[in-house]
């Protein structure tokens, strides 16, 4: 198990099927919270406009879904899913980017 590193103040603590940033329902959120969440969605939404410009992003991908679709793929496991496809974590990745890419076909 590796040591805490005294100089770093942001050890994390938290186990693997507890919430880091969102609570795991979006209808618990503090409601002190809702100008945050609100400035959130303002920023990401400038951030997949110049995603779409710059054409890394495909058409009607939204910031929720982006962000929806990061934490899917970044959620623990029960399986071990490397032991059915060794490589399996970095297909993921690019499959989600080629995913976000092509956008929403109609």
């Given at each position: 198990?590796p040591?805490?590193?005294?100089?770093?103040?942001?050890?994390?603590t938290?186990?693997?099927?507890?919430p880091?940033f969102?609570?795991?329902?979006?209808?618990a959120?503090?409601?002190?919270?809702?100008p945050?969440?609100?400035?959130l969605?303002a920023?990401?939404?400038?951030?997949?406009?110049?995603?779409?410009?710059?054409?890394a992003i495909?058409p009607?991908?939204?910031h929720?879904e982006?962000v929806?679709?990061?934490?899917?793929?970044t959620?623990p496991r029960?399986?071990d899913?490397?032991?059915?496809?060794?490589?399996?974590?970095?297909?993921m990745?690019?499959?989600?980017?080629a995913?976000?890419r092509?956008g929403?076909?109609?």
């Amino acid at each position: 198990m590796p040591r805490p590193n005294p100089r770093r103040t942001n050890q994390c603590t938290l186990k693997p099927e507890e919430p880091v940033f969102v609570p795991a329902q979006l209808s618990a959120l503090d409601p002190t919270l809702l100008p945050e969440l609100e400035k959130l969605i303002a920023g990401g939404d400038r951030f997949i406009a110049r995603g779409q410009a710059a054409g890394a992003i495909g058409p009607g991908v939204t910031h929720l879904e982006f962000v929806t679709g990061l934490l899917a793929l970044t959620r623990p496991r029960t399986v071990d899913l490397a032991e059915y496809q060794p490589d399996i974590e970095a297909q993921m990745v690019d499959l989600y980017l080629a995913g976000v890419r092509a956008g929403h076909q109609e």
